[in-house]
């Protein structure tokens, strides 16, 4: 197993395979071990995994920050410097699509595309915290759910997922704002997907996407018609097909 440093603690990561570098970023309470199955789908890329600080084979924190998504953009520029690579296309889902736009924010210089899907956009809605205390509340009940947490987070899942939603708790209270900087100003071209009827994100998406199209420099999105979350999974072909020529187009 592969590990680098940040901040004096060990993150996880995983290469595989050759050519353009394709960084998947995972969300909150969960790990690089969701996009296994997907990856035959992505074999003509190098693809390069991240267990975020506090999930997965990380490092463990006592707690998480306030700011989760832009520490994590931090981190994920910290493995491309480590790794010594430029031009790299993200992949960010869910919590993660926070992160892989934060990330062009923060390098530029070193990002080639962002594909963010599946996640609210520029804000989160008004029930984000009646949202987060549902799951919080059914994640304990759901088998799935618990297996889900138990694969791809570690047997100390519980603890995990708790100290998650106490960092989503104090970014609500906080109220600051999800990205560095403005998305008029971001220059690496921007790929938003998610499914038509994901009911784990804000019903109005396609307008929400819209919006963030007509503020970018370069965007599109694709809303696809089968249900499920995130898109990038439950859509897998189509999305990697819609990821591939994106990529293909602007890298």
Known sequence: MSFFSYKGKKVFYETIGEGKPLVFLHGNNSSSKVFKPILP?????????????????????????????KDEARQTIALLEHLNICEANLVGTCGGAWVAINAAFLRPDLIATVTADSFHGRTLPNDFDRALLAEQSSTLEDPESSQFYHRCIGADWKDVVARDTDSMWRLIISRRELFFDSLQILQAPLLLTAAKKDKTIRPNIEREYQSIVGEVVQGQFKIFDKPGHPAIESCCEEVAETINQFIYEYS
């Open 41 to 69: 789908l992505y074999r003509e890329f190098k693809v390069i995994l991240i267990d975020f600080l506090g999930y997965g084979r990380s490092e463990r924190l006592d707690k998480f920050p306030t700011e989760l998504w």
